[in-house]
């Protein structure tokens, strides 16, 4: 059917009803509190539930996305949050959590909101495994990374980021292991002021690219060490390594590849302020474009990001506090393709009451395949 911004309307209003409805917005609400005792096992069980809808609008000057699906109004990562935490014995519990996407536009059949082809939902992660305050948590199944955990999330802070680090980067980083991998044993503990992570990547499913190969994990292994230097700064350090296979489904040539990502990343919080900046090294990891199995990924690459914001505390008409922000990044081949992007650009958010927050973000962008520079406006409404 057709569609025009109503249909984003009424995803507004949707989020509208809801937010009046919830009385603990801004929060996971418990369905279930943990408060065991004897000879009642549904007393051990902490479940919770969250989400996020966030209906957004991407307008690039020049014509690079004239009619685009992202100009009219798309959603920008709505998901929603299920976890349970059921304690065992002693200090040991048995957690799981799943977290599901929902791309709205697409599942409603809003023309002209989504991209061709797009699902309706997507699993974002879905993980169980058993967590003691000493000897530390190990999970098993899709989940965060360890690159991610300790580098890429300091500066997954503002909305069109990830443009220069590993995860936003690679094939798919639910395959490749830099995103929220697939298939993954990850064990994660506390030692001091130092929370150390190692995991390890098992054999995954093929997975059709978008130039019509075939990518498909062989391996792979994480270490990852968060340290917090005091109460308010975090230095984070991660290395990454797959074993992959690119493989031409028509002609069966196929390729092995040793990929390696290895990044660093400080995140400071001092008071209102909020100041994160991180880079990576990535071998065999970004592709080279050229379509060809023996060249399929570029050698070595590198990439920066950063962010500087304040925020500014309101409490009335109905404004929690206002965020400026300065934010930026660059993203450079070395070897196997010539290409290199660099983005500086200014936001402002608003933290309303009821869990609502709206972004706005205007980023300068120079590359060599002359990408134009963007205006971003995100709703957004968290439970």
Do not use: C
Not at 104 to 118: K, M, Q, S, T, V
Not at 346 to 351: A, C, I, N, P, Y
């Amino acid at each position: 059917m057709k569609t025009n911004i109503k249909a984003l309307a009424q995803l507004v209003g949707a989020a509208v009803v809801l937010g009046t409805a919830s009385f603990a917005a801004q929060a996971e609400i418990t369905v279930l509190k943990q408060e065991p005792q004897a000879g009642n096992p549904l007393s051990r069980l902490n479940f919770t539930v969250g989400g996020s809808i966030r209906p957004q609008f991407n307008n690039m000057t020049g014509d690079g996305d004239k009619g685009s699906f992202r100009r009219n109004g798309f959603d920008g990562g709505t998901r929603f949050r299920f976890a349970a935490d059921y304690y065992l014995f002693d200090d040991i519990s048995w957690i799981s959590y799943y977290e599901l996407g929902v791309n709205i536009p697409a599942l409603f059949d809003w023309d002209n909101h989504y991209a061709e082809g797009a699902r309706n939902t997507t699993r974002r992660m879905l993980y169980t495994g058993l967590k003691s305050d000493t000897w530390g948590t190990l999970t098993f199944g899709q989940q965060n990374s360890i690159y991610y955990d300790v580098v890429g999330a300091k500066t997954d802070i503002w909305d069109y980021d990830m443009r220069a680090q590993a995860p936003g980067n690679g094939v798919d980083g639910d395959y490749d292991g830099s995103y929220r991998s697939r298939k993954m044993l990850k064990y994660k503990n506390t030692f001091g002021d130092a929370d150390v992570y190692a995991s390890y990547l098992f054999e995954d499913n093929d997975r059709l690219t978008s130039d019509s190969m075939r990518y498909k994990r062989k391996s792979g292994g994480s270490l990852g060490i968060d340290y917090h230097l005091t109460t308010d700064l975090t230095w984070g350090t991660a290395w990454n390594y797959t074993r992959a296979q690119i493989r031409n489904p028509n002609t069966s040539e196929s390729k092995n590849y040793n990929q390696n990502i290895l990044g660093t990343a400080l995140s400071w919080t001092p008071e209102n302020w909020t100041l994160s900046a991180g880079a990576g090294w990535y071998e065999n990891f970004l592709t080279s474009r050229s379509g060809r199995i023996n060249n399929y990924f570029a050698g070595d690459a590198w990439g920066v990001e950063y962010f500087i914001g304040y925020k500014i505390p309101v409490g009335q008409y109905a404004i929690k506090s206002i965020q400026p922000y300065f934010m930026g990044d660059r993203l450079e081949y070395i070897n196997g393709r010539n290409y290199k992007i660099i983005d500086n650009g200014l936001g402002v958010s608003f933290q309303l009451d009821y869990g609502f927050r709206v972004d706005y973000e205007h980023v300068f962008t120079s590359s060599t395949d002359k990408q134009g520079d963007m205006n971003l406006v995100r709703l957004r409404y968290d439970f």
